[in-house]
C-alpha cells in the first residue's frame, strides 16, 4: 500500500510542476529578468497572483493535497492535485467560476482579471492512500 507524506508531496508538486533546485529563479518585480515577463498581455507578478488566487479559491471549494504555480514557459497556471485511486477526478470547469470570482475581487486590472479554462492546466496524481495533514 503506497503511503503518502507531507515532504513526499511537496517534493511532488515541485516535480509536476517543473520546479527544482537547480532552476535559475528570478524576482518576479525584476523587469531586467531573462524570463519572459508578460503571458498574453498579463504581467508575471499578476499572473503569480492568479495562481495564487486559483489556490484560495480550490481552498474555498474543499480541495486539499494540491498545489497551484503559474508555468511561465507555458503561460498557463498549473494545479497539480493527488487524489486517491478510484476516486472521480475534478475537471477544471468544476472549479473555474470559483477562480474567476476570487480573480475578480482581487486588485487586479485589465486581461489579468479574466480566467479561462484554457489558462490552467490540471494535473492528477492517484494515490493509494493520502495523509491529510491539517497546519490549522
Do not use: W
Not at 52 to 64: K, P
Request: glycine share 4%; charged share 25%; with cysteine.
Amino acid at each position: 500500500m503506497k503511503k503518502i507524506n507531507t515532504i513526499f508531496c511537496i517534493g511532488l508538486i515541485l516535480l509536476l510542476t517543473g520546479c527544482n533546485s537547480n532552476s535559475n529563479t528570478k524576482d518576479i518585480n525584476d523587469s531586467s529578468s531573462d524570463i519572459e515577463t508578460h503571458c498574453a498581455d498579463i504581467s508575471l507578478k499578476d499572473n503569480h497572483t492568479r495562481a495564487s488566487l486559483t489556490a484560495q479559491a480550490l481552498i474555498e471549494l474543499g480541495y486539499r493535497n494540491f498545489g497551484a504555480s503559474f508555468n511561465p514557459e507555458k503561460c498557463i497556471i498549473v494545479i497539480s492535485m493527488i487524489i486517491l485511486e478510484g476516486e472521480d477526478a475534478p475537471i477544471k470547469e468544476d472549479f473555474i467560476d470559483t477562480i474567476q470570482t476570487h480573480i475578480e475581487m482581487s486588485e487586479l486590472e485589465g486581461k489579468a482579471t479574466v480566467i479561462d479554462v484554457n489558462d490552467i492546466e490540471l494535473q492528477i496524481e492517484r494515490v493509494s492512500e493520502v495523509v491529510d495533514i491539517n497546519y490549522t
